[in-house]
């Protein structure tokens, strides 16, 4: 018995149980429960894998390691604070008057259903079932999106599903050409299993495995949120329901770059060339400066964070790219900051903006005179991911600059510009939201934050100092992914 | 592999086959009635439950079968009959839709296919006649099928464009590698599905916001200050 069944099994149960109890007021709080045991198991399996290494289950069809455990522990802990924070907004919402029972009901369904496609996608060992938990997630969340059913949000909705459904049909056709190559070296049923693909790698087609990549770059890039595929994320992010955004953000994007990085492994295993991680460079820093530049024309305070989120990716994507020790492990660490704050982030703007009423940058104002915790946690949210010392996103992108001074020194001054232009873009509209004349009528509202203190504490704690347990864990992860360790 | 034994004749009926896939991906290009639209796309879908069938005769796969039966109950018969009951249910079986730039579109298409050859080129010393014909088939009905999205301006007429990118996928997974792994299969055919439901859902929300099913009219978001 290894926790990799409660893992995978409290979202499928919790589904149907919330499709049977989620229009009544408990239903938030019965899904926190579920995601509160979710994390547990899921610590559980990480003591697991910690203390016997990578591990199999079900003849190969899972498979656990240093690098999808540690997502698997940030997934459902992102699941877990962002239901404590959905429990009662929901609830506030369907009090508005913006939310019948029944699509409360759908939407902690759905909320189960996301996070098991998620998990799925994180811990299965075979390239298949990855692309039909990916394709689950857009399926799962693409009637989140269109919730209020304004019009916006049903345009928002349709781009999603539409954009997402065509970029990820073309990871299909990449995992058909994986699976042709493993079929040339005679694996059988089993050429569609990651373990099988990794071991015979330097046996692969390199033509069939670069031609496969670039599709399953585009496809699962498209998750991701790469320019120039990047125009469903936004609206996505700005449309659907608050909390939806911190998943999303938090969870969904990671979860398709883990994607890419493991068919990046494949294939460089394969051709022996650098050419997976030029591509992922390029891509990687194209959406990171374009996302910095459209950060200075946004309205919206929803899409502002999204081309935000744009923006982390695309400096991961980079990081990934890069692929030395170094520079991977910056990116893992990247990751894991930029979910924790970016959902904070977006806990924060969920309820400052059921503060002010609206999502409109210009008329959210005063926010720290109106209820201070709310105006520092989104100040604090954003110095965090803007960069500032001493917070962990400082320390993760120190680290990817000084990987790229060792290999692409001249890549770095597009890499600080980046940096600077994203930083004047977030400040220039966030600071008047947050120290701005009150507008009149505006009263504090009941909200509950502890959700964002703890992320940004955890923030904090790794931009001071990094634990051990966790900077071993990255190694770990590091070794997996990059063959040598940083340390 | 088996298949060697009559080989010649299972490739060219796969070439056929493969052939007459392409020629109804031009056909939607070209259709004007959402409903033939629809027929067209129901006929691919038997199309491909064929291919699957005779891939999984020569082989003596059984679950090649089971896969053909799922195209052919889902992509020939299912998925057609729920969407001509909304464009039924919506009053469209009479309309005629104005295509823009058909010239275009045709010599688009045309370079599309030779373009997927070209790409399946590095291939060519890998494998079977067959096989390479049927990945540049498939990716040439993945990209006719972007085409015919881009070209259209009806949901109805995107679904069908977005269903027919998946008919290609499946093509190029039955005909090149001999079916993946059952559980991927159904894994997708399930995919497949739901997305057809959840789009069946998705007219009925963008009919009541904008009063019709044309989504050039859904063009609130976007970053240009109107």
């Known amino acids: 018995m290894t926790a990799l069944y409660p893992v995978l099994g409290i979202p499928l149960l919790g589904m149907p149980l919330l499709a049977l109890l989620g229009s009544i007021d408990k239903a938030g709080k019965v899904n926190v429960y579920l995601n509160g045991a979710g994390f547990l198991a899921s610590l559980w399996l990480a003591i697991e894998v910690f203390n016997n290494g990578p591990m199999t289950v079900a003849a190969g069809e899972f498979r656990i390691d240093a690098f999808n455990v540690y997502l698997v522990v940030l997934t459902t802990f992102v699941g877990l604070t962002t239901a404590i924070f959905s429990a009662p907004y929901m609830l506030n919402e369907t009090r508005h008057g913006r939310l019948t029972p029944n699509r409360l009901r759908l939407y902690h369904t759905m909320y189960q259903g996301f996070m098991l496609a998620m998990l799925v996608v994180l811990t299965t060992n075979n390239m298949g079932v990855l692309w039909v938990a990916m394709e689950g997630a857009t399926l799962a969340t693409v009637l989140l999106v269109s919730l209020y059913r304004t019009p916006e949000s049903v345009e928002a909705a349709w781009k999603y599903f539409i954009l997402c459904g065509v970029g990820i049909a073309q990871a299909l056709f990449g995992t058909v050409l994986l699976y042709f190559a493993a079929g040339q070296i005679g694996t059988g049923g089993l050429g569609m299993q990651w373990s099988v693909l990794f071991e015979h790698a330097a046996e692969l087609n390199p033509t069939v495995l670069s031609l496969a990549f670039v599709f399953l770059l585009v496809g699962y890039g498209t998750k991701i949120g790469l320019v120039p595929l990047h125009n469903w994320l936004p609206d996505a992010h700005s449309e659907g329901p608050t909390p939806m955004s911190a998943i999303l953000s938090g969870l969904l994007l990671n979860d398709a770059l883990y994607a890419v990085v493991r068919c990046k492994m494949l294939v460089d295993g394969s051709t022996g060339t650098h050419m997976a991680g030029y591509l992922m460079m390029g891509f990687g820093l194209l959406s990171f400066l374009v996302a910095a530049l459209f950060l200075h024309r946004q309205r919206d305070i929803k899409r502002l964070f999204s081309y935000s989120s744009i923006e982390h990716m695309g400096m991961m994507t980079f990081a990934f790219g890069l692929g030395g020790p170094l520079a991977t492990f910056a990116a893992l660490m990247h990751m894991t900051m930029h979910s924790l704050t970016k959902s904070a982030i977006f806990v924060t703007v969920g309820h400052a903006a059921q503060l002010a009423k609206t999502q409109q940058l210009e008329k959210i104002r005063g926010l720290i005179k109106t209820q201070p915790a709310i105006g520092w946690g989104l100040l604090i949210g954003t110095a965090a991911i803007a960069g500032f010392p001493p917070f962990g996103v400082f320390t993760s992108e120190f680290l990817v600059l000084t990987a790229t001074m060792q290999q692409f020194p001249w890549l770095t001054p597009l890499l600080l510009i980046g940096i600077g232009i994203a930083f004047a873009g977030l400040f220039r509209y966030i600071q008047p939201v947050v120290y701005g004349a009150v507008p009149e009528g505006q009263h504090p509202i009941s909200a509950n934050l502890w959700p964002v203190a703890v992320h940004l504490i955890l923030v904090l704690w790794m931009g001071l100092s990094i634990p051990g347990v966790l900077s071993n864990w990255f190694d770990q992860a590091t070794q997996t992914i990059a063959g040598s360790s940083p340390l | ?226």
């Open chain 2, 1 to 226: 592999m088996n298949v060697l034994t009559n080989h010649s004749l299972y490739e060219q009926a796969i070439l056929f086959i493969a052939a007459l896939v392409v020629f109804t991906s031009f056909l939607m290009l070209a259709q004007k009635r959402l409903s033939s639209l629809v027929a067209v796309f129901a006929w691919q879908g038997l199309l491909l439950a064929a291919t699957t069938a005779l891939c999984a005769y020569t082989q003596q796969n059984p679950h090649l079968y089971t896969s053909a039966l799922i195209s052919l109950v889902l992509k020939g018969f299912l998925i057609p009959w729920m969407l001509l009951r909304l464009i039924v249910k919506f009053d469209m079986h009479r309309e005629v839709e104005s295509l823009l730039y058909p010239t275009y579109v045709m010599t688009a298409a045309a370079a599309l296919v030779l373009f997927s050859y070209y790409v399946v080129l590095p291939i060519e010393q890998l494998s079977a006649l067959a096989t390479r014909n049927a990945i540049a088939v498939s990716l040439a009905v993945v990209l006719l099928g972007m085409l015919a999205m881009v070209s259209r301006r009806q949901a109805v007429a995107h679904v069908v464009g977005f269903m027919s990118i998946e008919n290609g996928l499946f093509f190029a997974a039955v005909a090149a590698t001999q079916g993946m792994p059952m559980v991927v299969e159904i894994g997708i055919a399930f995919d497949v599905l739901v997305a057809a439901v959840v789009f069946g859902v998705f007219f009925f929300h963008i009919r009541e916001s904008i009063d019709s099913l044309d989504v050039d009219r859904l063009n609130r978001l976007s970053e240009v200050d109107r």
